[in-house]
């Protein structure tokens, strides 16, 4: 499995930022996918997830409404477009596949290297 | 919505000490979906332990989990220097998503 994250960047408050992530090593289309991030210095916070069809999408409290996850299967790849950026969005960004197939576990068995995004004026 | 409480925050040991860690849930949810995770410093996580007591593919049988309910214990039986890291407590599954304790960093003492 290997996950690779791109997009990730310094941007200022308010602005707005789409990481991607191409996946390989596995059968994309059977496995729900996650973005997950880690603060510096603190723990991780599950951000969105997306199941295999798009059919269950579902989002943290703190980005409910600002960030929007999409997939397409037809390239192997996930996407989290993020809007209204704040400061405290500033993390680590992991692209993550869940442990299940093709029922979505919340299992978080394989990871990228993660895209840093830096929210800053 | 489920809150995991870890303990302790930090764990000073040395190596070939045995260490134990805990991770504590507000409330069940009736299922022992509870997986551990390893993190080293400049590394995404880890899968360790899912289902509260199975090791993912890979992982030496050092480490061990065990609890139900409420009440949770990742173990690993003999310390080795490439075990020191942080490591976190999550509660899987559809009710709980993808709720992360705060996690316990284990130090070399």
């Known amino acids: 499995v290997q996950l690779v994250e791109s997009g990730g960047g310094l941007v200022q408050p308010g602005t707005s930022l789409r990481l991607s992530c191409a996946a390989s090593g596995f059968n994309f289309n059977d496995y729900a996918m996650h973005w997950v991030r880690h603060v510096p210095g603190k723990g991780l916070e599950w951000v969105s997830s997306i199941n295999w069809n798009s059919g269950t999408i579902t989002y943290a409290d703190s980005v409910k409404g600002r960030f929007t996850i999409s997939r397409d299967n037809a390239k192997n790849s996930v996407y989290l477009q993020m809007n209204s950026l704040r400061t405290e969005d500033t993390a680590l960004y992991y692209c993550v596949k869940d442990g299940g197939a093709w029922i979505q576990l919340w299992l978080f068995d394989s990871w990228g290297q993660g895209t840093l995004v830096t929210v800053s004026s | 919505e489920i809150a995991l409480t870890q303990s302790p925050g930090t764990l000073s040991l040395s190596p070939g000490e045995r260490a134990t860690l805990s991770c504590r849930a507000s409330h069940s949810d009736n299922t022992n979906y509870l997986a551990w995770y390893q993190q080293k410093p400049g590394q995404p996580p880890r899968l360790l332990i899912y289902?509260?007591?199975s090791r993912a593919t890979g992982i030496p049988d050092r480490f061990s989990g065990s609890g139900s309910g409420t009440d949770f214990t990742l173990t690993i039986s003999r310390l080795e220097s490439e075990d020191f890291a942080v490591y976190y407590c999550?509660?899987?599954?559809?009710?709980?998503?993808?709720?992360f304790g705060q996690g316990t960093k284990l130090e070399i003492k």
């Open positions: 289902g509260a007591s």
């Open positions: 999550q509660q899987y599954g559809s009710s709980a998503r993808g709720t």
